[in-house]
């Protein structure tokens, strides 16, 4: 048999073993609906898998409860051809504003992603350089308008990232960062539509949500051990793993199943040290 946490539950923290993955997925969807009858909001909950290919067994279990969700995988947003050279500029200006990078090592790296007529190289580079001193100061629609102005460009999709950060005043311009990344699959306009979203890990680095449930928290799943060959690689699931559990407002909930793809499923190791207790 394998090495068993009981299912547990404190005031934010709830701890489910569950019979299989289908059952996992069946005990998300039942809490689901209890929370809906708290007054949480299905925008309000996330779902966490380690992989793309491991959130469909929930979003099938939603699908068929009738429970309003999108998969998050990633990619339409920041890939358009007229939006992606904003997306890489504000991405460029953050990281090096942040770290702290010589001007002229991020004027060379916006003239390389923006396409700028030669007529306005002087002005682009009074522009970047403005951006650049002042990036706490500048709201991300305000940046978005300059680089627009700049380079002419002209789409629906530049339409949309632009009424998304007309929609965000006030926020810091990482911050707008990681809802663009968090909306890349979702129609921008129904960016506020009530749904649970089902992501992985990865894709919520930066985003917090007031329920959160990890689920798949076994061995060989998180951490993927058939991948691990050097520590350095289980700390980095390890890391993976704290950002799972760092994304919750106000409840947590840490699944594994007893039994996936019909064998014995072991749970995972961070699991069991979140519990062991303090020598």
Known sequence: EAT???SGQSEDVTVHAARSERDEARYVVKEIAELREKNFAYRDMVILCRMNHLCHTYEQALAKAAVPHALITGGSLYERGDVKPLIEYLETLNECASNKRPPEDF???AA?????DARNAVRSREVWSYHLANPGML???KLISDIVDLTGIASPG??????LAAAEQGTSLVDFLNRVRLVQELDVAQWNTDVVRVMTVHSAKGLEFPV???V??????????????????????RRLCYVAVTRAQRLLYLLYPKRRRGRIAHPSRFLIEMFKAPA
């Open 4 to 6: 068993s946490i009981p």
């Open 107 to 109: 004027l060379a790296r």
């Open 112 to 116: 390389s992603v923006l396409a700028v």
């Open 139 to 141: 709201e991300p629609k």
């Open 158 to 163: 530049v339409d949309e990232l632009k009424e």
């Open 212 to 214: 959160v449930f990890v």
């Open 216 to 237: 798949d928290l076994a061995e060989d799943v998180f951490p993927v051990t058939g991948k691990i060959s050097a520590p350095k690689e289980l700390d980095e699931e």
